[in-house]
């Protein structure tokens, strides 16, 4: 048994599960950054997060293996987010009421490493009067779903929106998620085994 690791208390995703997911993805850059991070230590916390989703809501379990994984569907149904860093950028500046030259500043500073810290930061510094509901893993998969099928001449804008939406609703490190999630890039380390091994070390503890 791996000691060091606690279990997460795993709200991306119902306010509580969204966060839950988000919690995880905290946990394990966390374990990565202070050098005691590895396969088993991010087993142990993926397998927590599965255990505690298969006992509140069984259903989010496969929409967040997709999003553990940066994808959408199955490979074989070539389903791509097609979100580029512009259209982020772009979309991060009106959400959060910066310019795009203050996001490249705090890239250049070294503020923030990647633009979901940008983002993480530019949320905590916002001030709002009233937040949406919280996102939901089903929701956010949903619209992930959405922009990965979005097509036509008015594409863009449909993702923009649906991007809009997610930011805005998003609290804690909601935000730097849901950037790296549209980038198709976590950096948090684990990859497909990983996921799959605490996904089957889950189903022998329960």
């Keep these: 048994e791996v000691t060091g690791v606690q279990t997460c208390a795993l709200p991306i995703l119902d306010a509580e599960r969204a966060l839950d997911e988000a919690n995880a993805l905290v946990e394990i850059e966390r374990l990565k950054h202070s050098g005691k991070g ?3 230590t991010s087993t142990v916390v993926l397998s927590n997060m599965f255990r505690q989703l298969l006992h509140s809501n069984p259903k989010d379990l496969v929409p967040t293996i997709y999003i553990l994984c940066n994808k959408v569907a199955p490979d074989y149904e070539e389903a791509e987010l097609g979100v580029g860093d512009g259209i982020l950028v772009k979309t991060m500046c009106e ?3 910066r310019s795009e030259a203050a996001f490249k500043n705090s890239l250049a500073t070294g503020e ?3 633009l979901g810290e940008v983002a993480l930061l530019s949320r905590m510094a916002q001030k709002v009067l009233m937040m949406p509901p919280k996102l939901t893993i089903e929701k956010v998969f949903a619209e992930m779903k959405a922009i990965a099928n979005s097509a036509g001449k008015d594409s863009q804008k449909a993702k923009k ?3 809009q939406k997610m930011l ?3 609290r804690g490190e909601e935000a730097k998620y849901l950037v790296r999630m549209l980038q198709a890039k976590l950096r948090i380390g684990i990859q497909m085994p990983t ?3 605490g996904r089957a070390s889950c ?3 329960v």
């Design 195 to 197: 996921v799959q091994i």
């Design 203 to 205: 189903r022998e503890r």
């Design 168 to 170: 805005v609703a998003s």
């Design 161 to 163: 929106e649906k991007i």
């Design 112 to 114: 923030a490493k990647d």
């Design 38 to 40: 590895s396969r088993k």
């Design 95 to 97: 959400v959060f009421g």
